[in-house]
């Protein structure tokens, strides 16, 4: 694999330290107790397991996409790419 590849796959609870630092060093990103926490996001993934997604280059995250619906509308909870 090239050094310059992004690797975009489906995000697993295991990735949740990675994305909740880039979630924190993303200027306006709003973030709750509750639904962010490890128990909050491993919830929504067993509820959405297939719209949520990581970005990875050279095995770091460097982007995250959360999204879910509810049976007939999608919404998209949290984006975020690391700066550099």
């Not at 306006?28 to 949520?52: A, H, Q, V, W, Y």
């Not at 770091?60 to 509810?70: A, F, L, M, P, S």
């Not at 949290?78 to 700066?83: D, G, K, L, M, Q």
């Amino acid at each position: 694999m090239q050094q310059n590849t992004v690797k975009i796959r489906v995000m697993k609870i295991e990735d949740y330290p990675d994305i909740y630092k880039l979630w924190i060093s993303t200027p306006g990103m709003g973030l709750n107790n509750l639904d962010d926490s490890r128990e909050g996001i491993e919830k929504f993934l067993r509820r959405n397991p297939d719209t949520c997604f990581v970005a990875e280059k050279e095995q770091n995250v460097i982007g995250t996409i959360i999204c879910g619906h509810d049976g007939r509308r999608g919404y998209v909870y949290h984006t975020a790419v690391a700066e550099e």
